[in-house]
T-cell receptor
């Protein structure tokens, strides 16, 4: 049981490049979400999903796309990276209806 | 509008003293939940405690308790007998049941002094 896994752990992009941050969980959780963490800003919700095929926007969705084709995976796509997207990204999951949310180890992204 | 407010960016506390970390929230949803997470310097997010809006009693988990004052919309975390290992970033979070998303405050960095 690996819990919530995220790849890569670190990534450096140039402005304008695209990439996908991967998130997977093996706990059969319906609910998955993406957060970004910036100094002094706490964790801000980017997108979330309450089940396969269903996604919704969080607090800071601009510049990011998500899809949820399976229960296990919830990738986050940056279409055209900008320096403002330099951050630590966390994926999280939980059973819908339960409160405890499990976090992945995070991806540190730098956009130059 | 900010829904979770943590007004203490940083706190310094002597070891073995009790600590109260402040959190106020704003919601019109009658059904909601409040959480506290700890983030040590290693970066992982550790769930500490949960309080539901209809729970009659304040939540407790070991040395952690949540001082829930519904009318004041506050959900302060109390750590009794602080330890050096409690030095970390602490986040308050809220889940509103109507849209089922969890949002976080900006956090409080706690430093425990020996």
């Amino acid at each position: 049981n690996a819990g919530v896994t995220q790849t890569p752990k670190f990534q450096v992009l140039k402005t304008g490049q695209s990439m996908t941050l991967q998130c997977a969980q093996d706990m059969n959780h319906e609910y998955m979400s993406w957060y970004r963490q910036d100094p002094g800003m706490g964790l801000r919700l980017i997108h979330y999903s309450v089940g396969a095929g269903i996604t919704d926007q969080g607090e800071v969705p601009n510049g990011y796309n998500v899809s949820r084709s399976t229960t296990e995976d919830f990738p986050l796509r940056l279409l055209s990276a900008a320096p403002s997207q330099t951050s630590v990204y966390f994926c999280a999951s939980r059973h819908r209806g339960l409160y405890e949310q499990y976090f992945g180890p995070g991806t540190r992204l730098t956009v130059t | 509008a900010q829904k979770i407010t943590q007004t203490q960016p940083g706190m310094f506390v002597q070891e073995k003293e009790a600590v109260t970390l402040d959190c106020t929230y704003d919601t019109s949803d009658p059904s909601y939940g409040l959480f506290w997470y700890k983030q040590p310097s290693s970066g992982e997010m550790i769930f500490l405690i949960y309080q539901g809006s209809y729970d009659q009693q304040n939540a407790t988990e070991g040395r952690y308790s949540l001082n829930f004052q519904k009318a004041r919309k506050s959900a302060n975390l109390v750590i009794s007998a602080s330890q050096l290992g409690d030095s970390a970033m602490y986040f308050c979070a809220m889940r509103e049941y109507r849209d089922d998303k969890i949002i976080f405050g900006k956090g409080t960095r706690l430093h425990i002094l020996p």
